[in-house]
């Protein structure tokens, strides 16, 4: 018997226009030391990157924010919770391409004037970590890390900590609430973290992909990454690909890539629906598979779980409901009532005792947590509700045989 | 709990203290080191690690309770957690549930009797392209069916 104690390396060359093409080691590095901070911005400025965690916020301005506040102590935060269902993108760049992550850790710390970089991992990768430690330890021998980074007069270090298993510390400020040895329950803002983050100091807080991608635009160029992609959503995407297809695994694929593009790269076969964006995000039909992924077309942080046609979307839904009920921290009504009571009504949907009347008001209650939730848990948690009650109202609400009674006749 | 054994944990948290720092921001590594190494935060310890960082224990209390890797009850001596998250869920995870709760002879939530394995469901712990995925402490195994899964657990010691 097998049993495999640690994930497998996959030495199989990937294959991509931008995160996946070229980079060796410490030459992003090399190269930004020598640059003013104020070029470097400027190449950021001009790639047109944006967060990649999910929220889409330009990096460039991010960055200057940070750089521009004032304090003698500033953090750089590489948010390595990925923690959204069906995304596991974060995990391959972590385990296969550390280089693009703690480079672009570095340009990040010495762009903003950052002397610390902290990276918070999620629990479930602690794997992960001796194997990322060891690798800081070269880079500091190699003075890629460490004091007077290759001769510069720029001195910085990045240290591990790890999560405890919550997914709303990916939100950056309750990720700064639990990295401060707090319960992770996000923050009012502002202040954002850019002025007051990490134990009150400035703090820039990354997505791993964002991180990935700079080293690259700082040795190719910002016009260089800003060609892939559409108008408003520049370079690549790492699309996380799961559920019914034959090749699930993580692809890099320029923005304004289609749906059915995609379906046809994985394989997929006799698709009905497809999730895009995790459990936060929004479930397509096929009617809609001919559009595109981009910010300004269907954003997403790059899960894309894929349903066929045997799939009761019912119980799809309901396994989304019960990860928010179990993951909402409490804190505000909104979703610590609103998410029991959608799933309350996916349950009375399931036993075939719910009136129209009723899930219409458990329709406007989704779209009052949109609006009245404090943080993105509770603002995008309807979302799933609310898209497969629509797209699939068909096979929940009409379909005789299914009729939401997952797949039993209904008595 | 014995004398001798509470010096000895007073000790061992110490130890972590001075490795990890007073700061309330140490307060999760501190906790995870304990977790770690005993499964569980113990009363006790909680009290000891209150004392060290200088805060209430109804402060460290809270925290583990928030965080669903820290326990401050005992459990055995190897969580495993099964994912229940959609795409394991769709790769037949139910099936695998089944043959470990019958191979054990208890429910996910319970402790075997012999205190060698508690079992936990958990949300989706990034390996979806491979399901279904179970962790057993801070390992992950993928690609489960039911046959693998209990072989792996019968394995553990
Ligand atoms: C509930 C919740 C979970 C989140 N989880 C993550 C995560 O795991 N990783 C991540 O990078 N961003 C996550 N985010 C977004 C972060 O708050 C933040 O926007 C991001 O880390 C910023 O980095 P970026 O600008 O590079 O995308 C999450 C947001 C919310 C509301
Ligand atoms: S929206 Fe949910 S997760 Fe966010 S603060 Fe409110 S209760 Fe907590
Ligand atoms: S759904 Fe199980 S690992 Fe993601």
Redesign the interface.
Known sequence: MKTQTKINILKTERTGPVIFSDYKSGEGIKKALKQKKEDILFELKDSGLKGRGGAGFPTSTKWMLTAAAKSEKKFIICNADEGEPGTFKDRVLLMEYPQLVFDGMVIGGYTIGAQTGIVYLRAEYEYMLEELENYLTNMREDNLLGNKILGSDFSFDISIRLGSGAYVCGEETALIESLEGFRGEPRNRPPYPVNRGYLGYPTAVNNVETLSAVPHIVMKTGSWFEKFGTDRSTGSKLFSVSGDCEKPGVYELPWGTTVSELLDLVAAKNTKAVQIGGASGICIPKSHFDHKFGYEYIPTGGSVIIFNETRNMLHVLKNFMEFFVEESCGQCTPCRIGNVKLLEGINMIERGEYTFKYINTLKELGKTMQVASKCGLGQSSPNSFLSILENFKDEIFHTLENNGSNGKAVK | MLVVEKNALSEEIEGYVIKYGK???????V??AIQRKHSYVSDFAMQEVARL?DIHPVEVF??IS?????HSKPTGRNIVRLC????C??ANKNKVVEAIERELGIKFGETTKDNRITLEH??????????PAM?IN?????KLDPE?AV??LN?IK
């Open positions: 700061d309330r921001s140490s307060l999760l590594p906790l995870q960082i809270s925290v928030f965080y669903s890797f820290l229940q998250t959609i795409t869920d769709m958990t949300n989706c712990v990034g390996m979806c392209d491979q399901g962790m801070d390992r992950v195994y993928t693998k072989n792996i394995e």
